[in-house]
């Protein structure tokens, strides 16, 4: 019998199996193609002229033929979105932030994805490392790209040491096989000081070129360090010069690659000129901005994009308010809205930067900040009357931090409405100058587990 994660849920009215199919049945195959998952699924089910085997609940076995535009959604949602179950990561990576959660959260944020099928349907990143001969032959058969990889190293027997996974170096080669097929590969790099940096980077990223144009754009970020680190592996965080070291390197090799191939394909995140005290390379250095995800270029463009916004901006309405952001980010808020004060004398804001004492203040980027610190740092402050934060702080349904605080429980202790914005230039000036975005908050029974904790504190 088919697993229950093959299970239709439930069938839109516009979809061509409306009153064909029924709940509780299972997609078995597609025009004779046997349905493992979701991307067999989405691969197989294209076509304008469908003959869809199902299965019903007893066990007996139906077949409808449907008609539908090429590309076009059948309009079934599975018991599981996957149609399979999740792929959880085999490696214990050095360096893997998971590792370093302090106990006691909730239990999604222990679990290690490592799903391929993920990475081409969300844009996570893979490691390559669990995938059989099956799947990497299923990804080349029906060019199931672009995926993200990550890399980390090329060195088979330093990727092996810091993935902790003896198969870790063969993955190499399943990107050259990957590239050779013309698979598109967004790769990253999680530079750790005296493992994969230095010379260990120019080995991986001369590999990495030689995949170019299979590999598009590789991301050299920081190892990100908190204080739940008793037990790991001895890593060291970047100082100044060092970060300094890295960019050099990665600007030089990327100007050559640019010389050959019209892309620098290597990037450094915003997060390491920060650490050297650089100034953001301008907006056109960033190309396609492909690596957004990993905090390159981001803050350049959210400049470009206020500097845009300001050009056509009406008259803001006037009224106070507060942004909260991590503390690499503050200065440059606080730019944004030295621009907004120069153009507007109406402009009454101020800028906080929230220190992460729930992970360590080594952790300074927006995304990891909690509602115990958002709220800590920021009672009894003046606020005005809105609370701008990164819509980064957030799980988009859930609308709450990290550590379980809800937004509301956050406006309330605060005073004040508290207004998640889009990481667009646009959308922050919008909310300086009073055009607010809608917030649905989800619907709660009682307050969390961890807002009683809080409170107790």
């Known amino acids: 019998m088919k697993s229950m994660e093959n299970i239709i849920k439930s069938i839109d009215r516009g979809s061509p199996l409306h009153r064909k199919a029924h709940v509780g049945d299972a997609v078995i195959a597609i025009n004779g193609n046997k349905i493992i998952d979701v991307l067999d699924y989405k691969f197989f089910a294209y076509d304008s002229r469908l003959k869809v085997l199902l299965r019903r609940p007893d066990g007996s076995e139906y077949e409808v033929a449907v008609r539908k535009s090429e590309g076009g959604d059948l309009g079934l949602e599975f ?58 032959e299923r990804i080349i058969s029906l060019h199931i790209s672009p995926i993200n990889v990550s890399v980390h190293t090329t060195n088979p027997a330093l990727r092996c040491k810091m993935l902790q996974n003896p198969r870790a170096g063969e993955s190499i080669e399943t990107m050259r096989r990957f590239a050779a097929a013309g698979i598109v590969m967004n790769c990253q790099i999680v530079c750790c000081p005296g493992l994969n940096d230095g010379e260990e980077l120019l080995r991986s990223m001369r590999d990495l070129e030689e995949m170019y144009p299979g590999v598009h754009s590789v991301s050299i970020v920081p190892v990100g360090l908190t204080k739940f ?92 308010f507060s942004i909260a952001t991590g ?26 930067a929230i220190e992460n004492d729930f992970f360590g203040r080594s952790i300074n980027v927006t995304g990891l900040i909690t509602g115990q610190d958002l709220i800590r740092q920021l009672k009894g402050r003046e606020l005005g009357e809105r609370l701008l934060i990164s819509q980064n702080m957030l799980r988009r349904e859930e609308m709450d931090f990290l550590d379980d605080v809800t937004l509301e429980q956050a406006s309330k202790e605060l005073g004040v409405p508290i207004y998640p914005i889009e990481q667009d230039g646009f959308a922050l000036w919008d909310a300086m100058a009073g055009e607010l975005p809608e917030i649905r908050l989800p619907v709660r029974a009682e307050p969390t587990e961890e807002y009683y904790k809080y409170n107790q504190n």
């Open 327 to 352: 503390v690499s980010a503050a200065p440059y808020f606080e730019k944004l809205l030295g621009m907004a004060k120069e153009k507007y004398g109406t402009i009454k804001g101020q800028v906080y």
């Open 229 to 320: 680190r008793e037990g790991l592996y001895p890593l060291t965080p970047y100082t100044k010069e060092l970060a300094g070291e890295t960019i050099d390197m990665v600007t030089a090799f990327g100007d050559e690659c640019l010389k050959r191939h019209g892309t620098r394909i290597f990037f450094c995140g915003d997060e390491l000129y920060i650490k050297a005290e650089r100034e953001l390379p301008p907006d056109e250095f960033y190309e396609e901005h492909t690596q957004l995800e990993n905090g390159v270029g981001m803050i350049r463009l959210l400049e470009t994009e206020f500097r845009s916004a300001l050009m056509l901006s009406d008259e803001p309405d006037g009224l106070p």
């Open 79 to 136: 018991e599981s979105y996957l149609m399979d179950t999740p792929r959880s990561c085999a490696n214990n990576c050095v360096f893997c932030f998971i590792d370093q959660l302090p106990k006691g959260m909730r239990r999604t944020m222990y679990f290690k994805d490592d799903d391929a099928r993920l990475s081409f349907l969300l844009g996570n990143y893979i490691t390559l490392t669990n995938l059989s001969k099956r799947e990497i």
